[in-house]
């Protein structure tokens, strides 16, 4: 039983490039979510997808771009990157509603030299 | 004032301690509550839900105050495996959930 699943786990990219992240759950759960988390600062909701053919922002979208491409796929794409999104990415799910559990998936460790 | 806060630990104790975490959160619509834990360099994982009436499990207790807006975590007999980073979680509707930053335990031998 998969979960979530994030690719790449780890990247290195230069000030400038672009790259997508990409998550898939095989859960089918209704929800999904990108967060960041940097020491000090907690996880932080970039965008979320309550459900299939939605996208919203968070409390950090800037520079960052989402798309549901289907019920099981929710990707992330950095157009520009900057050394400020050096961070550790979490992709999450869940059935939805107030008491659902979320699943995380194992992170993508993303450096921006 | 933060939508969640937490102790900033780290909470240093001896095994088979009791710890207790304490967490606040500012928006009085919030829906629904949880405690994640998160081990070193890991994805975080639903540890409890916290209800109204207050919830046990094993070690582990969970309160909710809604009138103060406060939420707390005792975990008894302390075991050198609880250490780790322990989340409070906020739903705010509309299925977000809002993270503290956590506090770090350390249990020793």
């Known amino acids: 039983n998969a979960g979530v699943t994030q690719t790449p786990k780890f990247q290195v990219l230069k000030t400038g490039q672009s790259m997508t992240l990409q998550c898939a759950q095989d859960?089918?759960?209704?929800?999904m979510y990108w967060y960041r988390q940097d020491p000090g600062m907690g996880l932080r909701l970039i965008y979320y997808?309550?459900?299939?053919?939605?996208?919203d922002k968070g409390e950090v979208p800037n520079g960052y771009n989402v798309s549901r491409l289907n019920k099981r796929e929710f990707s992330l794409r950095l157009e520009s990157a900057a050394p400020s999104q050096t961070s550790v990415y979490f992709c999450?799910?869940?059935?939805?509603?107030?008491?659902?559990?979320?699943?995380f998936g194992q992170g993508t460790r993303l450096t921006v030299v | 004032r933060k939508e969640v806060e937490q102790d900033p630990g780290p909470f240093n104790v001896p095994e088979g301690a009791t710890v207790a975490f304490n967490c606040t959160y500012s928006n009085s619509a919030s829906q629904s509550f949880f405690w994640y834990r998160q081990d070193c360099r890991k994805e975080p994982k639903l540890l409890m839900s916290v209800y109204s009436s207050g919830n046990e499990d094993g070690r582990f207790t969970a309160q909710l105050n809604r009138a103060s807006q406060y939420i707390s975590l005792l975990i008894r007999d302390s075991k050198l495996s609880d250490s780790a980073t322990y989340l409070c979680v906020v739903n705010r509707g509309y299925s977000t959930l809002t993270f503290g930053k956590g506090t770090m335990l350390l249990v020793s031998p």
């Open positions: 997808s309550a459900s299939e053919g939605t996208t």
């Open positions: 859960m089918n759960h209704n929800s």
């Open positions: 999450a799910s869940s059935e939805g509603g107030n008491w659902s559990e979320a699943f």
